[in-house]
Every structure is written in structure tokens, then in C-alpha cells.
């Protein structure tokens, strides 16, 4: 069993029915819980320590496998609005100009997370003297992307040392903090973010990913001290590879026990 996760509540319930779950567990040959609590409640229900695997989460695998792109001037000068909803749009674009003052070779891409809104983002730009090149016309490296296309988030990624995840500003969620994580990006996210609070408090609380209030503040500041942006990309990286952990032993153990099988059959 890879990437088992029980939460305190369900591990309560089960508790009561020793019976059934005990059984179960101890059937289990190798098994590798998602995180440490998750471990530790398996154990109390029955899972035997011999079966114990290594931490493994099964989401940041993919992430994991990315190769981080090399810091340099041009992603410490390119900042990303991922996956913005309606509402934060015109708080990107403020943000943007407000640090654009502070440093005119400032990059944008915008990339929202349905493109059928473009032509909403492009009127918001027009409306503060901003002319946005959109994606899906051709444009690549001009300094500022409207990027209305689908399945391109890596390009943009890479492209970029500063990132702002959507859905957070308004209360959508959040999305995922891990793929800029995999690309070595400092991470700003709103207050929204209970889809991954917990990953989003980790990355927080490591200094790889800042809460904002003020975008525009926020933005600025990373923007005028380049040096502490790579160190969040860096550590917002750091963290992923911890937290994603290695299918190593995972994978020994079910050949193992695949060949166990086979030879039994013979």
C-alpha cells in the first residue's frame, strides 16, 4: 500500500472496531503512509512494524521529478500570476505596475485559469495602459503574456522566480503550491488557500512562500531583493523534495515481493 493516509477522526472510528481492522493491517506486507500521523495511527490499529515503509506521498512524486531551472536575472525580473480568477486579475496588474516603478525591466505573464476570460484581462490591462501579447496569437518572450493556452503552466514556471498561485485572493481555495515549488519559484498566495492549507503552512513556515495582504507591497519588495527570492525558491524546492520522499524502497519492496510470488508459483 503506497501514499495511506488516515486522518485522527477515521483512526477513532476504527479503533472501536479492532476486530476488523486489526486483521486487515496485518495482512499488509510492506506498507508507506502518506505522512508521519498517518504512520503512527496505522501502527496503533494493528499495522505491523515489520511492514513499515518509508513516508511516501504519491501526489509530489511528478513535481518532484522536475529539474529546477538556474537562477538568473531574467526569472529574478519575471514575475507569474498562475491560475487567477475572476477578481484578482485587476490586483495582478496593480501589483505588477506598482513594482514596474520600482524596477522598469519587470516581466509579467499572465496566465489565468480559464482562457476564455482573456478578452475580460486584456480590456483590465488596456483600461491602466498596459497592452497584454497574447499566447495564443504567438507570443513567447515579449515582456508582457496574456497567456490564454492550455497545458503550459511548466514553460511558464520556468520562465519565472516570482509566482503568485490563484485562487487564494477571493475565496476559491487555492491552487497547488507545489509545481512552482518544483521549479524553484517564491511562492505569494491571498489568504484562501484551505485546499492545501497544510502544504501552504509548511512552505509558509520555511520561508519559501509569503501570505499577502497587499500584492502590490508584497511583490514589490521581492522585486527589489532578488537574493531573498531565489532563497524561497530554493527552499520552497528544499521542501518538495523532503515532503515528496523516496519511492525507492517502495519499489524494492514490491519487486520482492513479486518475485517472492513467482517463485512460489514454480
Keep these: 500500500m503506497a501514499g495511506a493516509r488516515i486522518s485522527a477522526r477515521s483512526a477513532a472510528r476504527w479503533a472501536r472496531l479492532p476486530g476488523l481492522i486489526g486483521p486487515v493491517l496485518a495482512?499488509?506486507?510492506?506498507?508507506?503512509?502518506?505522512?508521519?500521523?498517518?504512520?503512527?495511527?496505522?501502527?496503533?490499529?494493528g499495522l505491523p512494524r515489520a511492514a513499515l515503509l518509508p513516508c511516501l506521498d504519491l501526489k509530489l512524486l511528478g513535481p518532484a521529478a522536475v529539474t529546477a531551472p538556474t537562477p538568473s536575472e531574467i526569472r529574478d525580473l519575471t514575475f507569474l500570476a498562475a491560475s487567477t480568477h475572476e477578481g484578482e486579475d485587476g490586483a495582478v496588474l496593480d501589483a505588477f505596475l506598482a513594482a514596474r516603478s520600482q524596477e522598469p525591466a519587470l516581466r509579467l505573464i499572465l496566465a489565468p485559469r480559464h482562457p476564455d476570460r482573456a478578452d475580460a484581462i486584456a480590456a483590465q490591462a488596456e483600461?491602466?495602459?498596459?497592452?497584454?501579447?497574447?499566447?495564443?496569437?504567438?507570443?513567447?518572450?515579449e515582456p508582457l503574456i496574456l497567456a490564454d493556452t492550455l497545458g503550459e503552466m511548466a514553460r511558464w514556471y520556468d520562465r519565472a522566480g516570482i509566482v503568485f498561485t490563484g485562487g487564494s485572493l477571493i475565496d476559491r481555495g487555492g491552487h497547488t503550491p507545489w509545481e512552482p515549488a518544483a521549479h524553484g519559484c517564491a511562492i505569494l498566495h491571498g489568504p484562501h488557500v484551505s485546499n492545501f492549507a497544510d502544504a501552504?503552512?509548511?512552505?509558509?513556515?520555511?520561508?519559501?512562500?509569503?501570505?499577502?495582504?497587499?500584492?502590490?507591497?508584497?511583490?514589490?519588495?521581492?522585486?527589489?531583493?532578488?537574493?531573498?527570492?531565489?532563497?524561497?525558491?530554493?527552499?520552497?524546492?528544499?521542501?518538495?523534495?523532503?515532503?515528496a520522499g523516496d519511492p525507492g524502497p517502495l519499489l524494492a519492496r514490491v519487486a520482492a515481493l513479486a518475485q517472492g510470488a513467482a517463485n512460489a508459483d514454480i
Design 127 to 141: 483600461t491602466r495602459g498596459l497592452s497584454l501579447a497574447r499566447r495564443s496569437a504567438g507570443a513567447d518572450n
Design 200 to 243: 501552504y503552512a509548511a512552505l509558509d513556515g520555511a520561508g519559501a512562500a509569503q501570505s499577502v495582504a497587499d500584492l502590490p507591497a508584497a511583490l514589490t519588495a521581492l522585486v527589489r531583493d532578488p537574493a531573498r527570492a531565489r532563497d524561497m525558491g530554493a527552499a520552497a524546492r528544499a521542501l518538495l523534495t523532503e515532503n
Design 27 to 45: 495482512r499488509l506486507n510492506g506498507l508507506s503512509a502518506q505522512d508521519a500521523g498517518s504512520q503512527d495511527r496505522l501502527l496503533t490499529l
